[in-house]
């Protein structure tokens, strides 16, 4: 009986260093890697909002030039401006999903 008794001390000890030991670990990686904060999510926003004004932007600047330059039946602004606007959604659109990419994949090193 007490043979069976020190077995499952032994095997509790070596289950809680494990433990101990993982947590350790998840400390020291948490250190290192830091959570972003509020001001990282308020300029990724930010950044996804210049990546869609500054073509759309353009896209009408260029179209008013025309406009002015080429004067003809069809009006360059609009068209442009939408051209615009697809870029640069096309654009934030490929910003977040590298985001959320790099989310997963520390997701995954998390795991393992």
Known sequence: MSETSGMKRTHGRTVFSGEVGAKAARKLKARRNPTPGVWFGLGMMGL????????????AA???WLDQHY???????????????????LNAWHWV????????DEEEDKDE
Not at 48 to 59: A, C, E, K, M, Q
Not at 71 to 89: E, I, K, N, S
Not at 97 to 104: C, D, L, P, S, Y
């Open 71 to 89: 004067p003809g039946r069809h009006a360059w602004t609009l068209a442009l401006l939408m051209a615009g606007l697809a870029v640069g959604c």
């Open 62 to 64: 260029l179209g008013m």
């Open 97 to 104: 999903a590298k985001e959320v990419k790099e989310m997963r």
């Open 48 to 59: 996804i909002g210049w990546s869609v004004v500054v073509p759309t932007l353009l896209g």
